[in-house]
């Protein structure tokens, strides 16, 4: 299936290169259609597929500042997903070893210890062992060749014990029947955390009303004899969930992680880590039975659709206003002004963070700041502006006011101007305005999520070689984020 692999940085030149086979094709001599087929399209994007011929296919994955070159068979009987979760397991692995890919100099420093991480996770062209803790069994963070390299001045006798040692330990954790926890972990400190955390997005629309006349006369309003009130109106909505995991438990624990009844109910489409038993799920919903992994995991991905929940759209903004956070987008009729309130939810102490994104109609346009009650404005150029909130907390309701400066205000300002020193007629044309597209919200808060999912209990049921008198410390922490969180003007 996944025939070669090839490194290169920004500029196509390789880093490194690894092959299944003696007759898999050079970096070069692939270069040219790579050139050939990037120059047509963006070269930026993430995932790319060449057609070198009717039996093979070349995956391109950019990856800061590298791409990822798959090699692979192309056959209508195997999942053409299979390569693009190769490399993102790949990519996954040699960060778990070497740290952030900000530079191809990681990959020139750590080629050996790639090389056995690639012969490990490929078995004949196909996929093998991907699971972390199982390649920490195979293959160490530091190789033996490199150790070898470091340590010239080591006698022979003692680079002997070493591979002798190395070998026996490798070949006692092999034995191991559960491939996604390493053997004979042992920990000082035993621990365990979930992380629920929520992603909400969400499209919304603006539906304006007029309400009775009342009057505002304070610092940041000018009076005014109506005042317009409006609510929105959710035209999609998702919340995508996960539950992480952290485990550094002493010897093989079976534990059992309980959620409330009232959470998942709204689950639909969930998916779990293989150390999840599933029949303990299918028998009692809400139940997670597993062997964790060492370290760190992810037990469960899940997806509520707001849509088809909710039958109404009261009930569907309902659950932003009383969990997250709700946003009020304004543009004033007949003018260039517009004002965006946040509201925060009952359910929300405190905010981490608020990045408001204003979006114009025209990358000429401006955005002027005319009041704001807590944080900073920035014009971004493009069109764009951000709005940057830190660390805020409940029972206030931030407010920005701003307009657009825009070419066509400008124009219909100087036709204004024009037709009055032209025409007697003491009617006036009527102004050109403009306002913002759409505004993009990105939020962080902690505390709760908004499908109300909660852990109930994390109980450890059996534990070989930790102990009975040893008690774990436990905790949990909840976290809602912003994904596509959109208003429209």
């Not at 930026?44 to 296919?57: E, G, R």
Request: charged letters at 25%; one cysteine or more; proline letters at 4%.
């Amino acid at each position: 299936m996944i025939e070669a692999l090839y490194i290169a940085d920004s500029t196509n030149t390789l880093v490194y290169e690894y092959s299944n086979s003696l007759t898999s094709p050079q970096f070069k001599t692939l270069l040219p259609k790579i050139t050939a087929a990037t120059s047509s399209t963006d070269i930026h994007q993430t995932n790319d597929i060449i057609p070198l011929n009717s039996k093979f296919h070349l995956l391109i994955h950019h990856e800061s500042s590298l791409i990822f070159y798959v090699l692979h068979q192309y056959s209508q009987d195997v999942n053409p997903l299979f390569p693009t979760i190769f490399v993102r397991r790949l990519i996954e692995t040699i960060r778990d070893y070497f740290g952030d890919l900000k530079t191809p100099s990681k990959i020139e420093a750590n080629n050996d210890t790639l090389t056995l991480l690639l012969y490990q996770m490929l078995d004949d062209t196909i996929p093998y062992y991907t699971d972390f803790n199982k390649l920490r069994d195979l293959v160490a963070y530091k190789s033996l060749l490199s150790k070898f390299l470091s340590s010239a001045s080591s006698t022979a006798s003692k680079a002997t014990a070493a591979l002798k040692d190395t070998t026996g330990i490798s070949s006692a954790k092999e034995e191991s029947d559960i491939p996604w926890r390493r053997s004979n972990v042992r920990h000082t400190n035993n621990e365990m955390y979930v992380d629920v955390i929520e992603t909400v997005s969400v499209i919304l629309k603006p539906i304006p009303k007029k309400v009775g006349a009342q009057q505002f006369d304070s610092a940041f309003y000018s009076t005014t004899k109506a005042a317009a009130a409006q609510e929105n109106y959710m035209i999609s909505g998702t919340i995508d969930g996960e539950v992480n995991f952290v485990s550094r438990l002493t010897g093989v624990p079976l534990l059992q992680l309980i959620f409330n009844t009232l959470g998942v109910k709204d689950i639909t489409f969930p998916s779990f880590h293989r150390c999840v038993n599933l029949d303990t799920w299918r028998e009692r919903r809400g139940v997670l039975s597993f062997i964790p992994p060492d370290g760190k995991s992810t037990l469960m991905k899940y997806q509520i659709d707001l849509d088809s929940q909710y039958t109404s759209n009261s009930q569907r903004m309902g659950l932003l206003k009383q969990s997250t956070i709700d946003v009020d987008f304004i543009c004033r009729e007949n003018s260039n002004e517009f004002e965006i309130r946040l509201h925060f939810g009952m359910q929300v102490t405190k905010v981490e963070s608020v990045t408001v994104e204003i979006v114009c109609q025209d990358p000429e346009d401006q955005i002027k700041l005319n009041r704001i009650t807590h944080g900073d404005f920035g014009f971004k150029g493009n069109g764009k502006g951000e709005w940057n909130l830190r660390q805020l907390k409940s029972g206030i309701s931030p407010v920005f006011h701003g307009s657009v400066i825009s070419d066509l205000h400008k124009d219909g300002d100087k036709d204004q101007d024009d037709s009055e020193e032209k025409s007697e007629s003491p009617e006036k044309p009527q102004a050109k305005y403009t306002k913002p597209s759409y505004i993009r919200v990105h939020y962080l808060h902690k505390g709760s999520v908004p499908s109300g999912l909660k852990v109930d209990n994390l109980k450890i049921i059996s534990a070989k070689g930790l102990g009975d008198t040893v008690k774990p410390y436990k905790g949990v922490k909840y976290i809602t984020k912003s994904g596509n969180y959109i208003i429209r003007s």
